[in-house]
């Protein structure tokens, strides 16, 4: 942590931006458990995406409250900004809203997702391609509880890393959108920018 520590107390002395990012890459490999992060542009507004050394751990949407107090309790204090590490993800982000990509290409590390059923739910979602949807009931039977479409629901609303695994593609049975923890209005743009809906 000392690292961390003096290459914080150099940013705040007016070092260069690069010595700082020399000093936050060095930090990062020094300390395998820390989490890198940095805000992306999206037509939502900026976005807070994570990663840890296993990948993709938490994208946010603009004004969900405390997403990196959240890191520091459940991860690790160790938070660095380090968008040089996020460049991946801006890069597949960007194709993806400018209609270029389908497929995200991104490592996901689970750790935020509770084990077991919960995992299940956003492991099946996140194969739900492009275009497509599904249902509450299906992905509940995907996971191995057909009948647990209601805690299907629940897990997808706890969705830490939305847009990529793809809780947005899915519906209820009857075709109603359902619930999305980003917001209504988000999900069916999510859905328009996909072809799914019309507009």
């Given at each position: 942590m000392r690292e961390i520590e003096r290459m914080l107390r150099a940013e705040r002395s007016g070092a260069p931006p690069e010595a700082v990012e020399v000093f936050v890459r060095r930090?990062?490999?020094?300390?395998?458990?820390?989490?890198?992060?940095?805000?992306?542009d999206s037509p939502f507004g900026p976005l807070l995406v994570a990663a840890t050394r296993s990948g993709l751990v938490r994208l946010a949407y603009p004004r969900e409250d405390?997403?990196?107090?959240?890191?520091?309790?459940?991860?690790?204090?160790?938070?660095?900004?380090?968008?040089?590490?996020?460049?991946?993800?801006?890069?597949?982000?960007?194709?993806?809203?400018?209609?270029?990509?389908?497929?995200?290409?991104?490592?996901?590390?689970?750790?935020?997702?509770?084990?077991g059923f919960t995992r299940k739910v956003l492991r099946a979602t996140a194969r739900v391609p492009f275009g497509s949807v599904t249902t509450y009931t299906d992905v509940a039977r995907r996971a191995g509880s057909p009948r647990?479409?209601?805690?299907?629901?629940?897990?997808?609303?706890?969705?830490?890393?939305?847009?990529?695994?793809?809780?947005?593609?899915?519906?209820?049975?009857?075709?109603?959108?359902?619930?999305?923890?980003?917001?209504?209005?988000?999900?069916e743009r999510l859905l328009r920018l996909e072809g799914v809906l019309d507009g």
């Amino acid at each position: 942590m000392r690292e961390i520590e003096r290459m914080l107390r150099a940013e705040r002395s007016g070092a260069p931006p690069e010595a700082v990012e020399v000093f936050v890459r060095r930090a990062l490999e020094q300390e395998p458990g820390a989490v890198a992060y940095a805000s992306v542009d999206s037509p939502f507004g900026p976005l807070l995406v994570a990663a840890t050394r296993s990948g993709l751990v938490r994208l946010a949407y603009p004004r969900e409250d405390d997403v990196l107090e959240d890191l520091a309790r459940r991860l690790t204090p160790r938070l660095l900004e380090s968008p040089e590490r996020l460049d991946e993800v801006r890069r597949e982000l960007d194709e993806y809203f400018e209609g270029r990509r389908r497929e995200f290409a991104l490592t996901i590390d689970w750790t935020l997702v509770r084990p077991g059923f919960t995992r299940k739910v956003l492991r099946a979602t996140a194969r739900v391609p492009f275009g497509s949807v599904t249902t509450y009931t299906d992905v509940a039977r995907r996971a191995g509880s057909p009948r647990a479409y209601r805690a299907a629901g629940n897990a997808l609303g706890s969705n830490p890393i939305p847009i990529v695994v793809p809780c947005h593609r899915v519906l209820h049975s009857g075709g109603g959108l359902g619930g999305y923890t980003g917001g209504l209005e988000r999900k069916e743009r999510l859905l328009r920018l996909e072809g799914v809906l019309d507009g």
